[in-house]
Each structure stands twice: as structure tokens, then as C-alpha cells.
């Protein structure tokens, strides 16, 4: 008995990772394609629900989909209405996957196998890496399957299950209730009704238990949603779960009361089991995407008084505070609005690079969190102040307002850039010098702190061009250029000269050194790219080829380096 229950385990183990190697494989592949498809399906509900379901069914998992929809409502990009329909199409995807792994086709697991190692060896550093670990999951999970099934086969005979099962067999809510917690550890219903449909291909369980483990499979995975969006505050992010919620597992709980004749009428009709499992699967999400199609109006409007939005910016420092809808009209006004919220994300971003050199000097692990926390603070802000010009966009500009509209623009765009650089680049290294215990060498940590001071300083510049759209301001923060470019080339010459007399630990964190380097330089380019727009209107653009020029020298120092 202790074997079989083993390899049953093993058998789910097995199938709940094969899904996730799939999810994000295909998340890495083309998840920026997902959420464009996303994106561009906010005009009808019906699209949306297609979306939802074509991004499951790449992704294998409706809960992934439901996160994606998810933070759009949480950043206000996606109405209630249109996330509902987006999590409708999703429950209806995932009982796809399911049909096709229905199909017992043998010979796919190999193949997949075969190919998806292939392509993920030779694939290194490219998307075909990325799918090819997808096409492993999938053989994974076709492997798996046929490891159930033959568990399950001699398994049914054996006095101890046998005697489980009989107990079981005429208790919907129990059966419910054990599906429903075997897909919240999975975080996917998939393997649950996969299993289920094993379970009843091989006769091991009646029809009414299996329909009755479906419908748990199924507010299982609504709960999965539901727990996430609740790791929070945000009232935003829990309507969307708490739509779902209600919508699919409300439907599920009125089922299992009838599950008995339900699945005796059933079953006349599907006398294969397994087919009807997943048939009903599909059935039943497929009925309700139908059936509340058409009333996700009032839904949504229960989850806003059931959920209001309680988010002010008190409460939330990061948030928005000054894109006032009601000024977008007057377009000036707009613009100032606009303006004054960018110099709120500028404030963001120089907290981000100013803690950015003591946490990667200091090996200070919680200065790291608190960086990446506020790069996700600095993504929101950059969406709503470019959606909010946008609309101000709308309506006729003077010249004036629309250069100022398009500088704002740049703006928000180089300082988004700068936090990414931050979080997503001299964050890693930081987390890499802590986990390699390294360390830079008395000189070159001061090399890097001064290199980092003038950057520092050069932003402050920038700010005030953004503000004052001044030429000699600008003029002289473009100056600054030729002050990075020599400590740049001084930092790398006299690293060099480090190698050659063998400070270790200018050897062990020379490529770490190098890439901070690299780092500063690229921030400090996003930097000066602010004063371009004023220089254009000024008359004093730079030679820009020149510049180039030398920087590229410089670079190609740092290269051999």
C-alpha cells in the first residue's frame, strides 16, 4: 500500500513540475507577447475572454493568467469587467490543456523529450532555450500520466485501497474538498483533474466521485487567485480573485449538490470515464463562461462596493498623487499636473541611486529589497504619467504644450530606464558580490563611490533642466559627459594596473568592477539624454558623433580590460 501511495505521489510530483517547467518556459519565451495580447484586448469582453483563454493555453496554467490580469487591475490599465471576462477565458483554457492530454498519444512524451533537450543545449542564451525547456515540461507530464496509470492498474485490486475508495465513494463533499486542496498545492487544477481522469480511466473510482473531485479541482484553482491578491492591501488586487471566486467556485459549490444524479445522467451518455471527466471539465467552465458572459456589468459593480478603492496617497507614498483627470481638459493645466508627478517619480529614482552604492559597497541585503520594491513603484508611476499625457495628447496642443508633452514624456522614459539599470542590473551585481563574498579593493571602492558621487550630482542637474528647461543648465549638465568619460577611463586604467600587480581582490571582483563601471555610464547617458530636448529648442545640440566617438573609445579600454 505505502508503494503504491508513493509512486501515486510521485506520479503528481512529477506532473505538477512538468507544468511548471512548461509555464515558465513559455512565460520566458514569449511573456512579453502575452501581455501585449493582454493589452490590446480591453475593448470587448468577448475579446478578452479569447485572450485569456489563448494566454492559458501557451501558458498551461489559468492562475498565471489570473496574476497577469491581476496587477494590469491593480495599475488601473484593466476595468473589472474586461479582467472577469480575461479570467473566464483563462478557467476555459486550462480544460483545453486537459483535452489534449486526454489524446494517450504515447509517443509524444519521447519526442517532446527528445527535441525540447535539444533545443535547450543548443539553445543556450536564445529563446529556443526557453521553448525547449517548455517541450520538456510537456513530456514530463505525459510521462507522468502514464506513470498514474500504470500505478492505478494493479493498485484498484488491492484490499486497502479498494477499501479507501468504497468510503469514499458516495461523500461528494469530502472528494471535493481533497481535490480542491491536491490543486492549491499544485497551484494548477490541471494535475488534479488529470489525475482524476486516470483515477476513472482505470476504474477506481465511480463516476459521481470523479465528477465531484472535478468541481473541487475546480475552486481549488479559483482559490489559488484569491490567496495571492490577498498578500496585500490593495483592494484592487482583490477583485479579480474575488470575482473568480464567486463566479466559478459559486457554480461548483451548487453543482456538487446534484452530483449524484448529474453523473449518473452523465454517464449514460459518456460511457468511456475518462472521457467524460475531462469533458465535463471542459463543460463546466465552458457553461459558465457562457452564463455570466453577459452580467460581468453588475458583478463588477459589486466587487467596487465590496473592494472600494481605499488607496490615497498617505497610505501609499509611491502611488500617483497629482494626474488629476478633471484637468485634462485644459491642457496646460494638465501639463503641469503631469510635470509635477514626474518630479515625484525623479524623487523615487534618486533615492534609488543614491542607496544604490552603499548597498552594493556595504553588502547591505535589505537596502537591496527596498531598491527593487521601489523599482516596481517607479513601472506604475512611468504606465499612469504616460497614459494620462497620452490623453492630454487627445486634445489640440499649442507648440509649446506639445514639446513640453513630449519632453515630460522623455522624461518619465529615461528615469524608468534608470531605475531598471538600478534594480535589474547594479542590484544583481550587489546580490552577486554578497553571495561570492567578494570584495573591491580600498581604491576601487573609492574610484567607484566618486564616479558614483558625480553621477549623482549630474542627475541633480537634470532635474532642474526637466523643471526650468534652462540652456546653460542644460549645456553644463551635458559638460558633465566629458567629467564621467575620464573618471571612467582613470577608474579603468588604474584597475588594470591593480591586475598587473596583483591585488586580489581587484582579480576576484575585476568583471564586478568592470560592469559597475559600465553601469554608471549607462545611467549617466539616460541622465544627459534629459537636456537634448532643451539644447534642440535652444540651438545648442551637442556634436553628438563626436561624443559617441570617444565614448566608444573608452568602451573598447574597458573591453580589454
Not at 26 to 54: E, K, P
Not at 56 to 70: C, E, K, N, R, W
Amino acid at each position: 500500500m505505502m508503494t503504491v501511495l508513493l509512486h501515486l505521489a510521485g506520479g503528481v510530483a512529477l506532473l505538477t513540475w512538468g507544468l511548471h517547467m512548461v509555464e515558465t518556459g513559455f512565460m520566458r519565451a514569449l511573456g512579453a507577447s502575452l501581455r501585449q495580447l493582454m493589452g490590446r484586448s480591453l475593448g470587448s469582453r468577448w475579446r478578452a475572454m479569447l485572450a485569456g483563454l489563448a494566454i492559458t493555453t501557451v501558458l498551461q496554467s489559468s492562475t498565471a493568467t489570473g496574476l497577469i490580469a491581476t496587477s494590469f487591475a491593480a495599475r488601473r490599465v484593466l476595468t473589472p469587467i474586461a479582467g472577469l471576462a480575461i479570467m473566464l477565458g483563462a478557467n476555459l483554457g486550462s480544460t483545453l490543456i486537459v483535452q489534449a492530454f486526454s489524446l494517450h498519444l504515447g509517443w509524444v512524451s519521447p519526442l517532446c523529450l527528445i527535441a525540447g533537450l535539444f533545443m535547450f543545449e543548443r539553445g543556450k542564451g536564445s529563446q529556443m532555450r526557453d521553448f525547449g525547456r517548455a517541450f520538456i515540461g510537456i513530456g514530463l507530464m505525459l510521462l507522468a500520466l502514464r506513470l498514474l496509470v500504470e500505478t492505478m492498474q494493479p493498485a484498484e485490486a488491492a484490499p486497502a485501497m479498494r477499501a479507501i475508495l468504497d468510503v469514499l465513494a458516495d461523500q461528494p463533499l469530502p472528494n471535493a474538498m481533497i481535490a480542491a486542496l491536491l490543486t492549491w498545492l499544485a497551484h494548477s487544477s490541471i494535475p488534479t483533474v488529470l489525475l482524476v481522469m486516470s483515477l476513472a480511466g482505470s476504474h477506481a473510482i465511480p463516476a459521481s466521485t470523479a465528477l465531484a473531485m472535478v468541481l473541487g479541482a475546480n475552486i481549488g484553482s479559483a482559490l489559488n487567485p484569491w490567496f495571492e491578491g490577498n498578500k496585500g492591501n490593495d483592494n484592487l488586487r482583490r477583485r479579480l480573485p474575488a470575482g473568480n471566486l464567486l463566479l466559478r467556485g459559486g457554480s461548483c459549490l451548487v453543482l456538487l449538490l446534484a452530483v449524484g444524479p448529474l453523473a449518473q445522467w452523465l454517464g449514460r451518455l459518456w460511457p468511456d470515464p475518462g472521457a467524460l471527466v475531462a469533458d465535463f471539465h471542459t463543460l463546466l467552465n465552458l457553461g459558465i463562461a457562457l452564463a455570466f458572459i453577459g452580467l460581468l456589468k453588475p458583478v463588477s459593480r459589486l466587487l467596487e462596493r465590496v473592494f472600494p478603492d481605499q488607496r490615497a496617497a498617505a497610505d501609499q507614498p509611491d502611488a500617483p498623487r497629482y494626474l488629476d483627470p478633471s484637468a485634462i481638459a485644459t491642457p496646460s493645466l494638465a501639463l503641469t499636473c503631469a510635470t509635477r508627478e514626474a518630479l515625484h517619480m525623479g524623487d523615487i529614482v534618486e533615492e534609488m541611486l543614491r542607496s544604490s552604492m552603499p548597498a552594493l559597497l556595504g553588502d547591505d541585503r535589505q537596502r537591496i529589497l527596498d531598491i527593487t520594491r521601489r523599482d516596481n513603484a517607479v513601472d506604475r508611476l512611468h504606465e499612469a504619467i504616460k497614459l494620462y499625457v497620452t490623453e492630454i495628447t487627445r486634445e489640440s496642443l499649442s507648440q509649446h504644450d506639445a514639446a513640453r508633452a513630449m519632453a515630460i514624456i522623455g522624461f518619465v522614459i529615461n528615469m524608468e530606464h534608470i531605475g531598471d539599470i538600478i534594480d535589474k542590473n547594479l542590484m544583481e551585481l550587489a546580490g552577486k558580490k554578497i553571495r561570492g563574498q567578494l570584495s573591491f579593493s580600498h581604491d576601487g571602492a573609492a574610484e567607484l563611490a566618486q564616479l558614483h558621487h558625480e553621477v549623482l550630482e549630474n542627475f541633480h542637474r537634470a532635474q532642474s533642466v526637466f523643471i526650468s528647461a534652462d540652456l546653460h543648465t542644460a549645456q553644463t549638465l551635458l559638460a558633465g559627459k566629458v567629467t564621467i568619460r575620464e573618471l571612467g577611463r582613470h577608474a579603468a586604467d588604474t584597475h588594470l594596473a591593480r591586475l598587473r600587480d596583483g591585488v586580489p581582490e581587484s582579480i576576484a571582483s575585476s568583471s564586478l568592477h568592470l560592469d559597475v563601471l559600465r553601469d554608471l555610464r549607462r545611467i549617466h547617458s539616460h541622465i544627459c539624454a534629459i537636456a537634448y530636448p532643451v539644447l534642440e529648442q535652444g540651438g545648442g545640440a551637442p556634436d553628438t558623433g563626436r561624443v559617441r566617438t570617444q565614448e566608444d573609445a573608452w568602451q573598447g579600454v574597458a573591453g580589454r580590460v
